[in-house]
């Protein structure tokens, strides 16, 4: 699978939009990139995946660039029960099992 | 719905004693099951998987097994813990043959004394 490099940390002001990238240079056709988080002390929370279109469901959107080589999660409207790590992940496709990778991922704090 | 569930949510063991951890899933049938390890500060490690009753999958060599008994049963165990096995442990199901995500449990903290 490949890997995903992302920023330590992140802040970001309540009520405002939380935008946070993730650079997958080396992915290949047929990987997905997922996104989950992780709420101090709790296990990883699904947000969003895709492939190759942008995605949106009702946590956040996922904006994927068009040689697939970064991605972008958006939180439209932050709130503070988003301060947590946020991980994001490529994997292959068309397989039987999911190995998730889990790198140190960023640290979202949004501040009051 | 799927449910996952996981207990304990908390176990202080002694070194050298035996570990039984247990995770269930409602609401699906065939899923693929999971068991990872987040050490503290760390990120989380598969240590293995399964895709049907009895088929276990190693990730990494280790002090632990699983066992899955059931088709929604995914069981972590050790004959005797060590300080090193201390940690987070997660389970995770995701459907049968798809490239849908993971969804894992609230974890159980485990701590060797």
């Known amino acids: 699978d490949a890997k995903t490099t992302q920023p330590t940390s992140m802040d970001c002001a309540e009520g405002r939009a939380a935008n946070l990238p993730c650079n997958h240079s080396t992915i290949s056709g047929n990987e997905y990139v997922y996104w989950y988080r992780q709420i101090h002390s709790q296990g990883p929370q699904y947000i969003i995946h895709g492939l190759k279109n942008n995605e949106t469901n009702e946590m956040a959107s996922l904006i994927i660039t068009e040689d697939r080589k970064s991605s972008t999660l958006i939180l439209p409207h932050a709130t503070l029960r988003d301060t947590a790590v946020y991980y994001c992940?490529?994997?292959?496709?068309?397989?039987?099992?999911?190995?998730?990778?889990f790198g140190q991922g960023t640290i979202l704090t949004v501040h009051p | 719905s799927q449910t996952i569930h996981q207990w304990p949510a908390t176990l202080v063991q002694p070194v050298g004693s035996p570990l039984s951890l247990e995770c269930t899933v409602e609401?699906?049938?065939?899923?693929?099951l999971y068991w990872y390890r987040q050490a503290a500060g760390r990120g989380l490690q598969l240590l293995f998987y399964s895709v049907g009753i009895g088929q276990i999958s190693s990730e990494v060599p280790q002090n632990l097994s699983a066992s899955r008994p059931q088709d929604r049963q995914f069981i972590l165990s050790s004959k005797k813990l060590l300080l090193s096995d201390s940690g987070f442990y997660l389970c995770a199901w995701s459907p049968e043959y798809s490239n849908q995500p993971q969804h894992f449990g609230d974890g159980t903290r485990l701590s060797i004394l």
């Open positions: 609401g699906t049938s065939n899923p693929n």
């Open positions: 992940i490529v994997r292959a496709g068309g397989t039987s099992y999911g190995k998730l990778t």
